[in-house]
């Protein structure tokens, strides 16, 4: 419903799009305080940082807030992008549980982020059983998005990558009501879209023109385009129920 995350975001700042499109009906207005008031201090990053590093240990989760930010794996050569994230996701609740993680995470662009400290986690799994079984499912969302990538990487040309990436963003975007009707405002480069796609820059230029000439979609100056979304999830094989907000699995219904 347009409008709802807005008055969400006015009660609950840092956390209100948090499950937005998912479950979020299904957290209490005690819970949503609870999360909204773990967050101990928010931060504004206006240059691309490495907020988790592969094998370090940290003592806090991270909720994005604002902004993009890529789940990334260092080759020896290149850098590769395994999954994103969006406003209202919980990039690194791996950490809470594993403490060192294979992976890092990075920002894209200019993000706003809050800082959960693992105790306060502690404490919620502890007393707030429902609100933690919330924050496991948001980790399986994680885990069902990087199977899917994982099989459309395997499958696909690179155009048709590009097309089920523009896919899933658009449709996670207009989730937390971010997006339009014909696109989206993205701070990704053709280098990010490179190491999310498994191709080199060359490749993602052609892909690129191919996405355009076909009338699909058009990237440029920060923006993607969607001509036709019928024809771009076609094109990309993206059907959305993986993402557990609509299709046969969606979750409308409670979460007992």
């Given at each position: 419903?347009?409008?709802?995350?807005?008055?969400?975001?006015?009660?609950?700042?840092?956390?209100?799009?948090?499950?937005a499109?998912r479950?979020?009906?299904?957290?209490?207005?005690?819970e949503k305080?609870?999360l909204e008031?773990?967050?101990?201090?928010?931060a504004?990053?206006?240059?691309?940082?490495?907020?988790?590093?592969?094998?370090?240990?940290?003592?806090?989760?991270?909720?994005?807030?604002e902004?993009?930010?890529?789940?990334?794996?260092?080759?020896?050569?290149?850098?590769?992008?395994?999954?994103?994230?969006?406003?209202?996701?919980?990039?690194?609740?791996?950490?809470?549980?594993?403490?060192?993680?294979?992976?890092?995470?990075?920002?894209i662009?200019?993000?706003?982020?809050?800082y959960?400290?693992?105790?306060?986690?502690?404490e919620?799994?502890?007393?707030?059983?429902?609100?933690?079984?919330?924050?496991?499912?948001?980790?399986?969302?994680?885990?069902?998005?990087?199977?899917?990538?994982?099989?459309?990487?395997?499958?696909?040309?690179?155009?048709?990558?590009?097309?089920?990436?523009?896919?899933?963003?658009w449709?996670?975007?207009?989730?937390?009501?971010?997006?339009?009707?014909?696109?989206?405002?993205?701070?990704?480069?053709?280098?990010?879209?490179?190491?999310?796609?498994?191709?080199?820059?060359?490749?993602?230029?052609?892909?690129?023109?191919?996405?355009?000439?076909?009338?699909?979609?058009?990237?440029?100056?920060?923006?993607?385009?969607?001509?036709?979304?019928?024809?771009l999830?076609?094109?990309?094989?993206?059907?959305?129920?993986?993402?557990?907000?609509?299709?046969?699995?969606?979750?409308?219904?409670?979460?007992?």
């Amino acid at each position: 419903m347009p409008g709802t995350i807005t008055h969400e975001l006015a009660r609950f700042p840092n956390t209100g799009r948090f499950l937005a499109g998912r479950l979020r009906h299904d957290m209490s207005e005690v819970e949503k305080r609870i999360l909204e008031d773990a967050i101990y201090e928010v931060a504004v990053l206006d240059k691309p940082k490495r907020i988790l590093e592969h094998g370090k240990v940290y003592d806090h989760s991270t909720m994005l807030i604002e902004g993009f930010v890529l789940r990334t794996i260092d080759g020896e050569e290149n850098r590769y992008g395994v999954s994103f994230h969006v406003p209202g996701d919980f990039v690194d609740l791996h950490c809470f549980a594993l403490k060192r993680l294979d992976h890092n995470i990075d920002t894209i662009g200019e993000v706003k982020v809050g800082y959960v400290p693992h105790k306060k986690l502690r404490e919620i799994m502890a007393d707030h059983p429902h609100l933690a079984r919330l924050l496991w499912f948001s980790t399986l969302l994680d885990a069902a998005m990087h199977r899917e990538w994982v099989m459309k990487l395997e499958q696909l040309t690179t155009a048709r990558r590009l097309a089920h990436i523009f896919s899933e963003i658009w449709c996670r975007l207009r989730m937390v009501e971010l997006g339009d009707e014909t696109g989206f405002e993205t701070p990704l480069t053709q280098s990010d879209l490179a190491d999310m796609c498994g191709a080199t820059s060359i490749h993602v230029n052609r892909a690129l023109k191919e996405l355009r000439e076909k009338d699909i979609a058009q990237f440029e100056r920060g923006r993607v385009t969607i001509r036709d979304k019928r024809q771009l999830e076609e094109f990309g094989c993206f059907q959305a129920d993986y993402l557990y907000g609509e299709g046969a699995i969606h979750l409308r219904e409670g979460y007992a």
